[in-house]
């Protein structure tokens, strides 16, 4: 049993071919570049920076995490190593296996089957839950921007359920009953949220490089929003936000890298385009090594202005960038960061909803899941069933939830996804050493382990809660696994099994 567990399944067969289950090879480095900075820059730099730099204290007082202050730009900056650690190691497996799955089929040619489902049921986590806080936030910045123009949505439907059972803030608790109610349960949605989800959702299944497109227009727009608060916001800063730089020392510093990690999520969305990338073995390692590198920069210095324009300890808001410009009084620039916002957490929300579908698309190819989920429609070439169904999923998610509870469970499921990353191309190594490797990590041997290392030192500073919701995640994945995948398994009945 234990070895079929760990049975690893050969490279070659990673390798889709063409065939009419094949996925169409439609994007160049620049379009990965460009969905790297359309994932990465979204929710992190727009919503979960104010918890980082704030801290979280529940409405009775208990502190659950400690903020960094202005010292988040020291979070940013050891994030940023974290993730280039992590950056290159996939880089190497992306260059070798240029197929849909990503980590999750990574981890089926280095660690085996039972690891390579815990990633994939892992990666869950990482796209579709975290999809889940990005609509939340991508409804936020919305109302926001239409309260410039005197339209004030009501709030029962911009708040879900959990979001207000979960709120300290009064007018938000108040919802509880000042909603409308049937059978005596408060109606408490957040429509906006599960709207996008749907366009998005229209978007993805129409054909992957017209939401490149869509993607590409989007990022520009995000980078000239940014830059418009970093040219504006630099002339209004106040140096006495700046003291004291660390308020909560290097426990603010490392916990307010735990929640800002969210920031980071996504580059590594970027493997899972290596099936429809032209020339993978050279683009895929340009598009997530150059995306991460401009991000970390872009980030560092908005996280410097933002902490300059306003009171560290103000900033535990959904809305940060907005809230310090009102705070320097700066409205106009604030509507217009809004709006920018809008569309900048669109682009995440197409990545994201672009990644999940063709993790399952591999898992469901491998027999782990039902394999009429594998289909491909035949205009299109876009796994059309799970893009529905993933969309079905985020939607009626972000109808209710709760957003921080999302960022911590996504934040621990993507490290545990980037840790075991990081073994696998030390394994790899190990065991098929004469691979041709169109990329290949510099100084392995330290850069492998240090990224191992490191991400499980950025998971320590995530709290109990969150590691107790994953622990039982995992073990519902693992019933799942044994009831279906082990039975259904392609590679186990090769073998037999």
Not at 79 to 106: D, W
Not at 139 to 146: E, F
Not at 295 to 306: F, Q
Request: net charge neutral.
């Amino acid at each position: 049993m234990l070895r079929r567990l760990l049975s690893r399944k050969p490279i070659a067969d990673l390798e889709p071919g063409d065939s009419p289950h094949s996925l169409h090879r439609a994007l160049g480095a620049r379009d990965l570049i460009f969905l790297a900075i359309g994932a990465v820059i979204g929710a992190g730099i727009f919503s979960s920076i104010g918890t980082a730099v704030a801290g979280e204290v529940r409405e009775t007082g208990e502190v659950v995490r400690y903020g960094a202050g202005p010292a988040v730009v020291v979070s940013f900056v050891l994030l940023g190593v974290v993730c280039g650690l992590a950056a290159l190691c996939y880089a190497e497996l992306a260059s070798m296996i240029p197929q849909a799955g990503s980590a999750y089929a990574y981890a089926y040619a280095t660690l085996g089957e039972l690891v390579a489902w815990i990633i994939g049921w892992d990666l869950i986590l990482e796209y579709a839950v975290g999809n889940v806080a990005v609509a939340i936030a991508w409804a936020g910045y919305l109302d926001s921007m239409l309260s410039g123009f005197g339209i004030h949505m009501p709030g029962w439907l911009i708040h879900g359920y959990f979001d207000v059972a979960a709120s300290s803030h009064p007018e938000v608790r108040a919802l509880l009953e000042t909603a409308p109610h049937v059978a005596g349960i408060p109606i408490l949605i957040n429509l906006p949220a599960f709207l996008i989800v749907g366009v998005v959702t229209w978007l993805l299944l129409i054909g992957v490089k017209e939401s490149a497109r869509a993607n590409t227009v989007m990022v520009i727009v995000k980078l000239v929003v940014l830059a418009l608060f970093v040219f504006v916001g630099a002339m209004h800063v106040d140096p006495a936000h700046y003291t004291p730089f660390a308020p909560n020392g290097w426990t603010g510093i490392h916990q307010g890298a735990a929640i800002v990690f969210f920031a980071y999520i996504g580059f590594d969305a970027i493997s899972t385009a290596a099936e429809e990338t032209k020339d993978p073995q050279r683009n895929m390692p340009i598009g997530i090594l150059a995306g991460l590198a401009i991000c970390t920069v872009i980030y560092v210095v908005v996280g410097a202005v933002m902490t300059g324009l306003a009171p560290w300890d103000s900033m535990r808001v959904s809305d940060p960038l907005a809230h310090a410009l009102e705070t320097a009084g700066l409205p106009v620039v604030q509507w217009l960061v809004a709006a920018g916002a809008v569309i900048s957490l669109s682009a995440v929300l197409l990545v994201f909803q672009y990644g999940q579908p063709r993790i399952l698309l591999a898992m469901a190819r491998d027999g782990l899941l039902p394999k009429r989920m594998a289909s491909v429609h035949p205009k299109y070439k876009t796994p059309w069933t799970l893009t529905i169904l993933t969309g079905l999923l985020v939607g009626v998610g972000a109808l209710v939830a709760d957003d921080d509870a999302t960022y911590d469970l996504t934040n621990i499921g993507t490290l545990f996804a980037f840790l075991l990353v990081c073994i696998g191309v030390m394994v790899l190594r190990v065991v098929d050493p004469s691979r041709p490797r169109p990329f290949r990590v510099p100084f392995v041997w330290v850069v492998a382990p240090l990224g191992a290392v490191a991400c499980l030192w950025t998971m320590a500073g995530l709290p109990a809660s969150a590691w107790e919701r994953f622990a039982v995640w995992l073990v519902i994945g693992l019933a799942l696994y044994f009831a279906y995948g082990w039975r259904n398994s392609v590679l186990g009945k090769k073998a037999g099994g």
